[in-house]
């Protein structure tokens, strides 16, 4: 039995509206009409053309998982000027789901952000099997099933206009970190990076829910904030609602971070922090925390901390744990964590803090 997902039903996990990440797309007779290493000239389809574009426009990533001749492929990406569009192509002969199954480690994302089009049954069925958090597509129902609320994000930001560039310029960061020699501290010294701290303004909010509902790896809570939520926190005299931005010499990763505290006495109360998956890498994962934790020192407050174990925010239980925070309460995967603050950590010396 097939375990596609109709277009229009929902998948029985994961968040509903704006899921998808990233569209995984097959070449042949999906992309294009015909058969490249078999017709030659193929024939690119301006329907399916048309929807890239607009879901890039949203934000929306593609990729390629083909059984191609890669270099025969990339010189027809490239004549019909489509291949700046997708992100590390899987065109090899390997299985389909183990080049979506690429994709996703490339990029950083959960396999349920990802969508699959194909013409052809089996290979549906068989990254279906594999991978069955992947939304698979018929390439016959492209017109409607890439217009579902799986591929409707509530908001359409100005970094979501820009994040394949983004994207683009992480790719280029880690050919540069691959082929560096010195160790990964010294690398991190030569990005010139500014981490930034400031209180949500209102242009901020939009993108704070976003990242509440795009963010699983480093999210402490797993839980989603509405814009209108955000918005009410966000002047709330008892909560402190920060988000964190990173910029490099290659440019900006956007706004990338977001916590929120409840202030109080004797203990200020972190209800929510996460990090964007982009910066797992940067060596960057406690800045935000550390600058709240002196925060609540500063007030004369112990920092206690939510935590909801999803079976997917490990990094982020072992980044409290590396800033000194211990468990002092548990019912099921809920915890209440708690620290000192005797000793809070200074920022990377391969960085700059700035701090709105």
């Excluded at 999906?30 to 399916?48: F, H, I, K, N, S």
């Excluded at 969508?115 to 594999?130: S, Y």
């Excluded at 990005?191 to 790896?217: G, K, S, W, Y």
Aim: aromatic letters at 6%.
């Amino acid at each position: 039995m097939s375990t596609e997902t109709v277009a229009g039903q929902q998948p029985e996990t994961g968040p509903a509206r704006g899921r998808i990440k990233c569209v995984v797309w097959d070449l042949d007779n999906t992309l294009w009409d015909g058969v490249l290493l078999e017709d030659g000239a193929v024939t690119v389809r301006p329907e399916v053309v048309a929807e890239i574009k607009r879901l890039d426009e949203l934000g929306i990533l593609h990729s390629i998982a083909s059984r191609n001749d890669h270099d025969a492929v990339m010189t027809r990406l490239r004549e019909t000027g489509l291949e700046e569009y997708f992100l590390h192509p899987q065109i090899n002969w390997n299985p389909k789901s183990h080049s979506v199954a690429e994709v996703a480690k490339a990029l950083n994302i959960g396999a349920d952000t990802l969508a699959f089009v194909d013409d052809q049954p089996f290979e549906r069925e068989e990254v279906a099997h594999a991978l069955p958090q992947v939304l698979t597509v018929d390439a016959a129902d492209v017109a409607t099933a890439l217009r579902t609320e799986d591929f409707q994000p509530r908001f359409v930001t100005d970094e979501s206009r820009v994040r394949r560039a983004m994207y683009r310029s992480a790719a280029e960061r880690d050919q540069v970190e691959r082929e560096y020699t010195g160790t990964s501290e010294e690398f991190l010294a030569t990005l010139d990076m500014v981490f930034t701290i400031a209180p949500a303004q209102e242009a901020d909010l939009q993108r704070a829910e976003e990242l509440t509902l795009r963010t699983n790896q480093l999210n402490s809570t797993g839980r989603t904030y509405s814009y209108d939520e955000l918005h009410e926190l966000s002047r709330s005299e008892d909560h402190l609602l920060l988000v964190a931005g990173l910029t490099d010499k290659y440019g900006s990763y956007g706004k990338i971070g977001l916590a929120l505290v409840e202030k109080g006495s004797p203990a200020w109360h972190l209800r929510m922090m996460l990090m964007s998956c982009r910066v797992m890498s940067r060596g960057v994962g406690t800045v935000l925390l550390n600058h709240i934790m002196g925060l609540a020192k500063a007030d004369g407050a112990r920092l206690r901390a939510d935590f909801v174990e999803t079976g997917r925010n490990r990094v982020m239980y072992v980044t409290y744990a590396f800033a000194g925070f211990t468990e002092t309460e548990r019912e099921g995967s809920r915890l209440v964590l708690e620290s000192t603050l005797d000793t809070i950590q200074p920022p990377p010396a391969y960085l700059t803090l700035d701090i709105a």
